[in-house]
């Protein structure tokens, strides 16, 4: 095995270009948090992960990878760049139960476009020993809240399957690790920005108070994009009860 790191680049349209960028500098602060000396050997569930580009660079340094995603087409292009890919159709709006633990759970560019974004959540922190979490969200230092609706993306890959996202606050995401006992670390780091024409991925930016505002119920936008945005965070988490909550999930 050897790192391969020519995988993570993607030549299609559809998840090359800037997700380039973001993919490698991701997994560069995946490997430098867990190191690739851990990665090596380790079941790893690779959530939303269309064309496959991460998952198949850990199967690389010698990781023992599951593809998943909603979209059939997106696993048979995993499919064709490796034959020998184990592959999952998984809605995630839906509770879902593998019926296994994995050492490490990827949930990149994901969480914003779910609907059931909680349940998901909580399902991902069941199946993992570890969760790699990045996702957009609000940027407001307390919780809130907007729904995402019917966006508009340049591919039918892009975006939430069920047609509704989510853009909610650190501090939402923050309490279901809290609720479920998993020790978390946020990386608000410099490192992980890409160049300033992508400025709303950036991790290294201060949140604000509020909002003062006053809703009357749940903000609708049409893009995780919005005034709302404050931009991206990175989260390690650590499930102390992997084994026991997978029996809590399959009640």
Not at 13 to 32: A, I, M, P, S, T
Not at 48 to 61: D, E, H, I, Q, T
Not at 89 to 103: A, H, P, S, Y
Not at 189 to 216: M, V
Request: contains cysteine; charged residues 25%.
């Amino acid at each position: 095995m050897y790192a391969d790191e020519s995988l993570l680049y993607e030549d299609s349209e559809v998840f090359g270009g800037v997700f380039n960028d973001w993919r490698v500098k991701r997994v560069k602060k995946l490997e430098y948090i867990l190191s690739r000396d851990w990665l090596k050997g380790k079941n790893v569930l690779e959530l939303g992960c269309g064309y496959g580009n991460v998952g198949l660079y850990l199967k690389s340094l010698g990781s023992n990878v599951t593809f998943a995603d909603a979209r059939q087409e997106a696993l048979d292009v995993v499919k064709q760049k490796d034959p020998e890919a184990n592959t999952v159709i998984l809605n995630q709006e839906e509770k879902w139960f593998l019926g296994r633990r994995f050492d490490l759970v990827l949930h990149f560019g994901l969480l914003y476009n779910l609907d059931n974004w909680e349940q998901d959540l909580e399902c991902t922190i069941q199946h993992a020993g570890f969760v790699a979490l990045e996702t957009a969200v609000s940027r407001y230092a307390g919780p809130f809240t907007a729904k995402i609706v019917a966006p508009n993306y340049p591919h039918k890959l892009y975006g939430p399957y069920s047609g509704r996202g989510t853009l909610v606050s650190s501090v939402n995401i923050e309490h279901v690790f809290n609720r479920l006992g998993a020790d978390y670390h946020r990386y608000d780091h410099k490192d992980l920005n890409l160049n300033d024409k992508w400025s709303d991925y950036c991790y290294d930016w201060p949140e604000e108070p509020g909002p003062f505002e006053q809703f009357e119920g749940t903000p609708v936008v049409d893009s995780w994009d919005s005034i709302f945005l404050g931009g991206r965070r990175f989260w390690i988490a650590r499930n102390n009860n992997a084994i026991s909550s997978l029996h809590l999930l399959y009640k």
